[in-house]
Every structure is written in structure tokens, then in C-alpha cells.
């Protein structure tokens, strides 16, 4: 269901790219990229309006879809701010599902 609304966002927002998720048990990780026009002031540390309306629609539509809340109020977010930047959190996304295990809440 997440992924469903996940992959929706690049057609509800045009010129958003996901680059790479991983969906996993108890979190979220997104990297993705927004059209130019919407990326904020240079060297701002908030998201710009669209992140924030993504995740919240994200959050909206699998909460009714579940019938329950599944999220927490708030999300964390990071700003890419150079290419290495771009492939270390890359990786970490896409290596993230591999260290479930390792995690504090795996059961």
C-alpha cells in the first residue's frame, strides 16, 4: 500500500523523482529529486512545501486505507548537498533492507 502511494507521488507531482526507497517494517527512507523551481533558497535546512506535501499525502492515504494511523507526526528530512552526499544516503537506502537485523526494534 505504501509503495502503491509512494509511486503515485511522481505522477501527482510532476517533476519529482524517486531515486530509491526501501520499505521497511517500522520506517520510511525516500530519496528523491524535486523540479528545480521548488527546491527552496539555496543552503536552506527546511523542506520545501512539496516534500512536505508528498509525505503528508502519503501518510493521509495509507492511514485510510489501513483504517488505523501508522505514522508518526512528524518525518526527517535531509537535504543533499553534493554528490557525495547524493551516494552515501543512495546506499544507505539501498543497504538498509540487508541490516533489518541489526536494527533496535527488529523482532
Known sequence: MVKEYLLASERAYPGLKIDVYAIMPNHVHILFTTPGETRGAPGASRPTALVSRMVAAIK?????DAGIDLWQPSFYDHIIRDQTDYLTKWNYIDTNPARWTEDEYYI
Open 60 to 64: 493521509r492515504f495509507s492511514n485510510r
